[in-house]
């Protein structure tokens, strides 16, 4: 969960902007919470735009229009039925939560193929390694440009990439640096988390395409 300071507000054509004092990880299609603003902007909406530039209004056909002469950074742009208010300062805050659902503790025992007792040492770690590996699939893909949703993986690459990156990181227990723990006399095999494999399943090797 991230908080950030608002430091404007206006509202035009049913749309509110909010601006704030520190760039965001917000992404477009994603849920914001606001808070301590006024009656008018609180409370939780998804976003629409995350404006450049200084908001105008909407056209005869409803889309958004801008002053590209006017930037202004780290603004975030939600649909709010209201009477129209100026730009002026204010005070708030935008919380953002990112809870990434896209694999189970399950999904990842069965990958495994491991019996796990629940509640055990073991298993606490599957649901640390899952909601770390969740987490972190979907923040390399929104930071490629891609726009996924919280609660359904975008595809079946996606998914088992998770998975892959998940199993790493639990089979990573007790290890030191980057190697995984072994008895073996042969030596400890390398650790590595982020294949290429997995980075090619989840699309993060390059940028999101158009």
Do not use: H
Request: proline content about 4%.
């Amino acid at each position: 969960m991230a908080t950030y300071s608002v430091t404007f507000k206006y509202l035009l054509d049913d749309y509110a902007v909010l601006q704030s004092l520190t760039p965001t990880e917000i992404a477009v299609g994603q849920s914001i919470t606001v808070g301590s603003v006024d009656a008018t902007f609180n409370g939780t909406y998804i976003v629409r735009a995350l404006p450049q530039y200084l908001f105008l209004g909407t056209d005869t056909e409803g889309d958004l229009l801008y002053d590209f002469d006017i930037p202004i950074a780290n603004q975030v742009l939600y649909a709010k039925t209201a009477s129209n208010v100026e730009r002026i300062a204010a005070t708030g805050t935008i919380t953002y939560t990112q809870t990434c659902t896209w694999v189970s503790a399950a999904n990842l025992v069965t990958y495994l193929g491991v019996q796990i007792t629940n509640p055990s040492d073991d298993y606490t770690l599957i649901t640390q390694a899952v909601s770390a590996g969740n987490d972190f699939a979907y923040r390399r893909r929104q930071e490629a440009g891609y726009i996924d949703s919280l609660t359904t993986s975008p595809g079946g690459d996606a998914t088992l990439g998770t998975l892959m990156y998940c199993a790493a990181l639990w089979r990573s227990r007790g290890s030191l640096e980057n190697t995984f723990a072994s008895f073996d006399g042969m030596g400890a095999a390398p650790q590595q988390s982020l294949t290429p494999i997995v980075k090619q399943l989840l699309g993060i090797d390059r940028p999101a395409c158009a």
